[in-house]
């Protein structure tokens, strides 16, 4: 303890005082110092002010003048006002998408799988089946939720006085035009994609799986009192139990020009044996006609006791494992369609089916882009009040108008023959041509 205190009594009377010294010297240092430079510095100030100020001053109001102008000094941000308004167009278009997605969901695959599920198919392929059927749904949700997310979008900015406010600060339509369309293109491209490629992969795994589950239980495709119309043939089913059909009638046309008509009391259904044959039935007690449709008075008739009916692959898939147009990518469409013309061999409707088909793999994703071209006007035209709502009904009427054209368009090609490019990208054209005579209007107003 002693040395503690011979040390704290040391530092007290030595060290402080001369730090405090220290101190004291060169604040006085200091202060000679800046005493000498003081003429220096005012000397300086004075040419400053009477030379330089007037150049200086000069040279910072061009260089603010070039930040206000090509900077945007003292303005919003374009970029932020792009972010923001790609931020709720994508924000509706996720809500708008989830909409029809679960109104396509629920008419193309609950009702297919609650068909097969009363046929006692397993539970692990009627879900792989809706998983190979999801990018048709996406394929078909996509353009549609563009025209509705992005007319209740832009409607409630319109309806929340946000437009004109972009517009009251000396913006223009462009600001708002630009990121709607490249959003659009986006969706467009992403639903090309699906179309393009996951949906030929989905298409062929479905019918592999579907031929598997007819193969192994034939009764899902012979339904109890229905007319069944196959390629070139039509089955009338009476009673169907336990895969015995009863009061069964086959009619059947040969190319050369030949009718044939089966009528059998009872038939069983059995699992196919063979290579090529979806399912069997074996007919008792079958009476068979053969009729020449050119001359009705001749005809054969054949009784049989017991009769073995093929349906063959292709009678419900359309061909015999050969890749229909839905289960290729546009580029073996392309090179499909491009052979079909080499060759000849074709008739002219098989060739509008595969050229409608692949015009409909552009046609559809593409829709999307005119969509969101034709959101922009309607929104600002009609949207001043209740933009959400009435953005909803609005696109919900032309979806249907668009659905409408574009089954009217797939069925006037495929069963009367028009041109399938003119009928796929006819309501594309109808509502790209809209949007330009709404966004003149929107202009004029």
């Given at each position: 303890?002693?040395?503690l205190?011979?040390?704290?009594?040391?530092?007290?009377?030595?060290?402080?005082?001369?730090?405090?010294?220290?101190?004291?010297?060169?604040?006085?240092?200091?202060?000679?110092?800046?005493?000498?430079?003081?003429?220096?510095?005012?000397?300086?100030?004075?040419?400053?002010?009477?030379f330089l100020?007037?150049?200086?001053?000069?040279?910072?109001?061009?260089?603010?003048?070039?930040?206000?102008?090509?900077?945007?000094?003292?303005?919003?941000?374009?970029?932020?006002?792009?972010?923001?308004?790609?931020?709720?167009?994508?924000?509706?278009?996720?809500v708008?998408?989830?909409?029809?997605?679960?109104?396509?969901?629920?008419?193309?695959?609950?009702?297919?799988a609650?068909?097969?599920?009363k046929?006692?198919v397993?539970?692990?392929?009627?879900?792989?089946l809706?998983?190979?059927?999801?990018?048709?749904?996406?394929?078909?949700?996509?353009?549609?939720?563009?025209?509705?997310?992005?007319?209740?979008c832009?409607?409630?900015?319109?309806?929340?006085?946000?437009?004109?406010?972009?517009?009251a600060?000396?913006?223009?339509?462009?600001?708002?035009?630009?990121?709607?369309?490249?959003?659009?293109?986006?969706i467009?491209?992403?639903?090309?994609?699906?179309n393009?490629?996951l949906?030929?992969?989905?298409?062929?795994?479905?019918?592999?799986?579907?031929?598997?589950i007819?193969?192994?239980?034939?009764?899902?495709?012979?339904?109890?009192?229905?007319?069944k119309?196959?390629?070139?043939?039509?089955?009338?089913i009476g009673?169907v139990?336990?895969?015995?059909?009863?009061d069964?009638?086959?009619?059947?046309?040969?190319?050369?020009?030949?009718?044939?008509?089966?009528?059998a009391?009872?038939?069983?259904?059995?699992?196919?044996?063979?290579?090529?044959?979806?399912?069997?039935?074996?007919?008792?007690?079958?009476?068979?006609?053969?009729?020449?449709?050119?001359?009705?008075?001749?005809?054969?008739?054949?009784?049989?006791?017991a009769?073995?009916?093929?349906?063959?692959?292709?009678?419900?898939?359309?061909?015999n494992?050969?890749?229909?147009?839905?289960?290729?990518?546009?580029?073996?469409?392309?090179?499909?369609?491009?052979n079909?013309?080499?060759?000849k061999?074709?008739?002219?409707r098989?060739?509008?089916?595969?050229?409608?088909?692949?015009?409909?793999?552009?046609?559809?994703?593409?829709?999307?882009?005119?969509?969101?071209?034709?959101?922009?006007?309607?929104?600002?035209?009609?949207?001043?009040?209740?933009?959400?709502?009435?953005?909803?009904?609005?696109?919900?009427?032309?979806?249907?108008?668009?659905?409408?054209?574009?089954?009217?368009?797939?069925?006037?090609?495929?069963?009367?023959g028009?041109?399938?490019?003119i009928?796929?990208?006819?309501?594309?054209?109808?509502?790209?041509?809209?949007?330009?005579?709404?966004?003149?209007?929107?202009?004029?107003?």
């Amino acid at each position: 303890m002693s040395l503690l205190k011979k040390a704290s009594s040391f530092c007290q009377k030595t060290i402080i005082p001369l730090v405090e010294k220290g101190i004291s010297f060169f604040r006085a240092v200091m202060v000679r110092v800046a005493g000498l430079f003081s003429p220096f510095v005012c000397l300086v100030k004075k040419l400053y002010f009477r030379f330089l100020k007037d150049k200086v001053s000069r040279v910072l109001e061009f260089i603010d003048r070039i930040q206000t102008k090509y900077l945007k000094k003292g303005q919003l941000k374009n970029y932020v006002l792009v972010r923001y308004i790609v931020k709720e167009l994508l924000l509706y278009f996720v809500v708008a998408f989830l909409f029809f997605f679960m109104i396509f969901f629920c008419n193309q695959i609950l009702l297919l799988a609650e068909q097969i599920l009363k046929k006692r198919v397993p539970f692990a392929d009627v879900c792989r089946l809706i998983a190979y059927t999801l990018p048709s749904v996406i394929a078909q949700s996509a353009p549609f939720a563009t025209l509705v997310g992005f007319l209740m979008c832009l409607g409630r900015l319109m309806s929340d006085n946000e437009i004109l406010i972009i517009r009251a600060s000396g913006q223009s339509y462009a600001v708002v035009m630009i990121p709607v369309l490249i959003l659009g293109l986006v969706i467009s491209i992403f639903s090309f994609f699906v179309n393009d490629y996951l949906l030929p992969v989905g298409t062929i795994n479905y019918n592999k799986l579907y031929r598997k589950i007819i193969a192994s239980n034939p009764g899902i495709e012979i339904e109890p009192n229905t007319i069944k119309r196959l390629n070139d043939s039509t089955i009338v089913i009476g009673d169907v139990k336990d895969g015995v059909v009863s009061d069964l009638i086959f009619f059947d046309r040969g190319n050369d020009g030949s009718q044939c008509i089966i009528v059998a009391g009872k038939s069983t259904l059995l699992s196919a044996k063979k290579e090529g044959v979806l399912m069997q039935m074996n007919m008792s007690d079958a009476v068979v006609s053969f009729l020449d449709t050119k001359n009705r008075r001749n005809f054969d008739v054949l009784d049989s006791g017991a009769t073995t009916l093929n349906i063959f692959d292709s009678s419900i898939f359309g061909t015999n494992y050969a890749a229909s147009p839905r289960e290729m990518t546009s580029f073996d469409l392309g090179r499909t369609i491009k052979n079909m013309r080499s060759k000849k061999s074709y008739s002219q409707r098989q060739l509008n089916r595969y050229v409608m088909e692949y015009n409909k793999k552009f046609s559809m994703p593409f829709g999307s882009i005119f969509f969101a071209f034709l959101a922009l006007p309607l929104a600002f035209l009609f949207g001043k009040h209740n933009g959400q709502t009435i953005g909803l009904i609005i696109g919900l009427f032309i979806c249907v108008l668009y659905w409408a054209m574009m089954i009217l368009g797939q069925i006037f090609s495929s069963r009367n023959g028009l041109n399938g490019f003119i009928m796929m990208w006819l309501p594309d054209t109808v509502i790209g041509i809209a949007g330009v005579l709404f966004y003149l209007a929107l202009k004029r107003k």
